[in-house]
């Protein structure tokens, strides 16, 4: 006869797979912030790809994972959604890379520092909410930092509209106006999965305290 605590065992392996899904935004946020500061005309695209494909294998797991198990640690709609948020960080990250890499020699001049800094702020964010998971749902801690990954958020808003104007006011080229304006709304965009994400994983918490 299988004991209450080895059956809901197999449901704390939930933890450990979405702790790793993030890991792997974390890692495509920290790849592209290398890229940027590299500067390079030819940047490479091959990190952005392992944590793209790290987080597919991990959506893919935690959906058979679903199917197999009888016993969940959290609801099972609830690691749906968050796994789908988790997934979308690399894949909007991944997106941003390849763009950026076919107009690298047009762009070196152009600084995407602030935006990948608060990226990997915000993929942290999300890093550490995941992992509280696992310990109770702690409503302070959560609370402090969804409110952090908020702020994150409000500030890159803040910094778009800034280079929103920077851009309309000196770029005479309307090529390279659009393909900068492109790259900035994804990182815009990226951040914002990862807010996404941090919302998801405040309402399990509220749901579950």
Known sequence: MFSLQTIFGKGDKFYGLLEA????ALLSA???GTMLADKSESPAL????????REKDLFAQINQELVNTFVTALEREDIEALAGALYKIPKTVEKFAERYALFADRLTD??????AAMLARASEVIVNMVGELRKGFKLDVMHALNERMQSIESEADRLLLELYR???ADQADAGKLMVRKDLFELLEKAIDRCRDAGNVIYQIALKNS
Do not use: G, N, P, T
């Open 21 to 24: 899904s993030a890991d792997a």
């Open 30 to 32: 920290r790849a592209l």
């Open 46 to 53: 091959d990190e952005f790809r392992v944590a793209r494909r």
């Open 110 to 115: 152009i600084d995407y520092s602030s935006q």
């Open 166 to 168: 920077d851009l309309f």
